[in-house]
């Protein structure tokens, strides 16, 4: 979201009706604890995923686990969502970039070091809690692109085609 206002500590955004929707918003309290990240300006070294800030919808934790110094954490989701998860590529839950470690039927599972366990929101999260997920920017042109085009026979990757598929 965008910030608004800033009051020393505090400050304002505007929420419109599609992040009410997608999102585990309408379910936070006052005193709710979130993940806030700065937006990556151009020219900043990027040294992790591609991540937009962009909530594709939600889903709802349904394991945490120990393993060593790390902690699994499995979160079940709807079958559109699912579809752009893949297994070593990224997510984001609840705006932390992290690598997607297994894939399930219905469900994909992350694990999450310490340092991520300890700066973020994500240390704090229990079985049963919702979490706002954010799919990788690529999956989601992947599969936009192969469902527009319907797997019909093609003279390869053109600049017309992508054009006639809205990706240039």
């Known amino acids: 979201m965008t910030v608004t206002k800033i009051d020393g500590d505090i400050f304002e955004a505007d929420v419109m009706p599609e992040t009410v929707r997608r999102t585990n918003l309408s379910l936070l309290?006052?005193?709710?604890?979130?993940?806030?990240?700065?937006?990556?300006?151009?020219?900043d070294e990027m040294g992790g995923h591609i991540v937009t800030g962009?909530?594709?919808?939600?889903?709802?934790?349904?394991?945490i686990s120990r393993d060593e110094n790390a902690i699994w954490m499995s979160v079940e989701t709807q079958s559109g969502i699912l579809n752009q998860i893949v297994e070593k590529g990224s997510v984001a839950l609840d705006g932390v970039s992290l690598t997607v470690a297994k894939t399930e039927n219905s469900s994909f599972s992350v694990s999450i070091i310490p340092f991520t366990s300890s700066e973020t929101v994500l240390g704090s999260k229990?079985?049963?809690?919702?979490?706002?997920?954010?799919?990788?920017?690529?999956?989601?042109?992947v599969e936009k692109f192969v469902n527009a085009y319907g797997?019909?026979?093609t003279?390869?990757?053109?600049?017309?085609?992508?054009?006639?598929?809205?990706?240039a």
């Open 126 to 141: 229990k079985v049963g809690d919702p979490v706002n997920i954010e799919t990788d920017i690529i999956g989601k042109y």
């Open 29 to 43: 309290k006052s005193g709710s604890v979130v993940n806030l990240e700065p937006a990556l300006r151009l020219g």
């Open 151 to 153: 797997g019909k026979k």
């Open 155 to 167: 003279d390869g990757l053109t600049l017309a085609l992508l054009r006639e598929h809205g990706f």
């Open 54 to 63: 962009h909530i594709d919808g939600a889903g709802k934790i349904v394991s």
